[in-house]
């Protein structure tokens, strides 16, 4: 028979047992909103590799999963109707000039170089001036968040001082972008301006070099190539099939990805922010380093291949991260853990 110390002593030890237990779970709960897995795929989009002219298809040069090289040809488009008019063309060409003399027939084509030197030079800085001014607004709003978690006591001074150096060099390649554009745009203007001066069988002979010119641009564009390695996924078109102006002849997916994009419940979403670290775990075991790069704006269906179930569609929040030194193959299943 329990005497009453006894009973005392067991409801303190039941007391205790239950602080203790609630404990550990507000204590997991915590931990459980703080961490979050969540299911990912590797991600590069396929090129669609396709023709800007219609016409017929000649060859397809490659197999089904061969593995393809930057520039190398992959399918060919009936180029004989463009190889007929060019042959016109460059006849047409060849007349003017031993009408003209060799002498104004180079002084034309000097003119016309002179003028694409400085179109491509226009181009060039254009582009890397436009590169330097998305990087410019970036590191200011990166210099921003560094000099606020400075004054916050969560950022050092090195961080904030990087970013200042950075920001230092894009603003003196931006004024020297901008030099060097208008010298190259005044350069233009005035090969266009000498152009116009030439005579009238010089006019004649530089519209038909242009023509040329365009007719090979064209031609070339009928051998079908993707910028980047990669292998042959799909094939839509046989040899022999007319092919559409902008219809896809075949698909290329990248052999691999530093990009992954990760779907989260929207119930676990945790306070996420551009920049943070996360963890990548493939099949293997293998575990990643990456940085969280954007986040979705809301739901979305996920890729078939991540349902827990083939017959039920799953919804998550679309999270997008980029590997630190590392890639994996597109497509393939991941953990990601932030």
Known sequence: MSTPSTMLARRRLGAALWVGGAIVATAWASLD??????????????????????????AVDVELHQNVEPGQTLARIDASPLEAELEVAKARHAAIAHEMGADEATLVRRFEEAEEASAL?????????????????????????????REQGAGS??????????L?????????????????????????????????????????????????ARIARLSLSVPTEGQVTWIHREPGDMVPAG???????????????????????????????????????????????????????MPAMLWHNPSFAQWGVPVRVRLDDAVVAPNERLTVSL
């Open 33 to 58: 909103r703080s961490h979050v897995d969540a299911p990912g795929l590797g991600y590069a989009m396929p090129i669609q590799v396709g023709s800007e002219e219609a016409g017929r298809l000649l």
């Open 121 to 149: 030079d226009r181009a060039r800085v254009a582009r890397d001036l436009s590169a330097d001014r998305a990087r410019h607004r970036a590191l200011l709003t990166q210099l921003a968040i560094d000099q606020s978690l």
């Open 157 to 166: 001074d090195n961080a904030a001082l990087r970013t200042q150096n950075e």
């Open 168 to 216: 230092d060099v894009v603003e003196a390649r931006i004024a020297a972008s901008e030099s060097a554009l208008q010298v190259a745009s005044e350069a233009a203007l005035a090969a266009a301006r000498r152009r116009g001066e030439v005579s009238t069988s010089d006019a004649a002979a530089l519209v038909v070099q242009r023509e040329i010119e365009r007719l090979e």
């Open 247 to 301: 219809s896809s002849v075949l698909e290329v997916s990248a052999l691999s990805t530093s990009e992954v994009v990760a779907y989260l419940e929207p119930s676990t979403l945790p306070d996420l922010e551009a920049g943070q670290s996360v963890r990548v775990l493939r099949g293997n075991g293998e575990n990643l380093a990456g940085e969280l790069i954007s986040v979705g704006s809301g739901p979305r269906e």
